[in-house]
Antibody, heavy 117, light 107 residues
Framework: QVQLQESGPGLVKPSQTLSLTCTVSGDSISSGSYYWSWIRQPAGKGPEWIGRIYTSGSINHNPSLKSRVNISLDTSKNQFSLKLTSVTAADTAVYYC?????????WGRGTLVTVSS | DIQMTQSPSSVSASVGDRVTITCRASQGISSWLAWYQQKPGKVPKLLIYAASSLQSGVPSRFSGSGSGTDFTLTISSLQPEDFATYYCQQASSFPYTFGQGTKLEIK
C-alpha cells in the first residue's frame, strides 16, 4: 500500500524559503504513470493546487505563485520536494503531498507550515 | 483560472436524507471533475473522479453526475459518518482549482 509522508520545518521566517520533502513508500516513485503533487490548505479554507511533477520530470505549477515554486524529484531516495521562495504570512497553511491518478487518490498526512518572524 | 462555485455553502440534513451538492465551473471542463470529502483535522478523501466514477472503497450511496459546467454530488441516504465538508475540483486546465466547499451539518 502506497504511503506518503511530508517532512520539513514547521516554522519559516518571512522572505525565506519553505522547503518540504515527500517520502513515498510502498511503491517506486519512478514506476507507473503518476503525477506527484503538492497541495496546500490555509486554515478554514479550501485546498489550493501548488503544482505537480511527472515521473519523467515534467513539471506544472500554479501561475499565482509565479516563479517562487520549484518542484523536484529524487528517484534514488523515492522522494519529491517543494521549494517556495520569498514566503509571506499568506503562505501559512497545511501542505500536503499527493499522488494524482485521475484524482488525488493517496495523500500524505499534511504538515503545518507557519510563516512568522 | 477556472472558478469552481459550489452551492450551497452549507446545508443541514438528517440521517437518512437525500442530499445534493452542486458545483459550477466558470467554463467547460468536460468531465474533468473530482469530489472530495474532508472531516475536521483530516486529509481530503477522494469520492468521485471523472465526474461520475466512484472511487474504490467509497459507499455506493455517493454518486456524481454532470459534464461541461454543471455537476452534482448526491448522497442518497445520509449516514452519521457523512457529515463533513465536500469540495469539487477541476482537472481540465492549469491551474487546477477547488470549490470553496460545502459544509454538511446535522440537523
Amino acid at each position: 500500500q502506497v504511503q506518503l509522508q511530508e517532512s520539513g520545518p514547521g516554522l519559516v521566517k518571512p522572505s525565506q524559503t519553505l522547503s518540504l520533502t515527500c517520502t513515498v513508500s510502498g511503491d517506486s516513485i519512478s514506476s507507473g504513470s503518476y503525477y506527484w503533487s503538492w497541495i496546500r490548505q490555509p486554515a478554514g479554507k479550501g485546498p489550493e493546487w501548488i503544482g505537480r511533477i511527472y515521473t519523467s520530470g515534467s513539471i506544472n505549477h500554479n501561475p499565482s505563485l509565479k516563479s517562487r515554486v520549484n518542484i523536484s524529484l529524487d528517484t534514488s531516495k523515492n522522494q519529491f520536494s517543494l521549494k517556495l521562495t520569498s514566503v509571506t504570512a499568506a503562505d501559512t497553511a497545511v501542505y500536503y503531498c499527493a499522488r494524482d491518478l485521475g484524482g488525488y487518490t493517496v495523500w500524505g498526512r499534511g504538515t503545518l507550515v507557519t510563516v512568522s518572524s | 483560472d477556472i472558478q469552481m462555485t459550489q452551492s450551497p455553502s452549507s446545508v443541514s440534513a438528517s440521517v437518512g436524507d437525500r442530499v445534493t451538492i452542486t458545483c459550477r465551473a466558470s467554463q467547460g471542463i468536460s468531465s474533468w471533475l473530482a469530489w472530495y470529502q474532508q472531516k475536521p483535522g483530516k486529509v481530503p478523501k477522494l469520492l468521485i473522479y471523472a465526474a461520475s466514477s466512484l472511487q474504490s472503497g467509497v459507499p455506493s450511496r455517493f454518486s456524481g453526475s454532470g459534464s461541461g459546467t454543471d455537476f452534482t454530488l448526491t448522497i442518497s441516504s445520509l449516514q452519521p459518518e457523512d457529515f463533513a465538508t465536500y469540495y469539487c475540483q477541476q482537472a481540465s486546465s492549469f491551474p487546477y482549482t477547488f470549490g470553496q466547499g460545502t459544509k454538511l451539518e446535522i440537523k
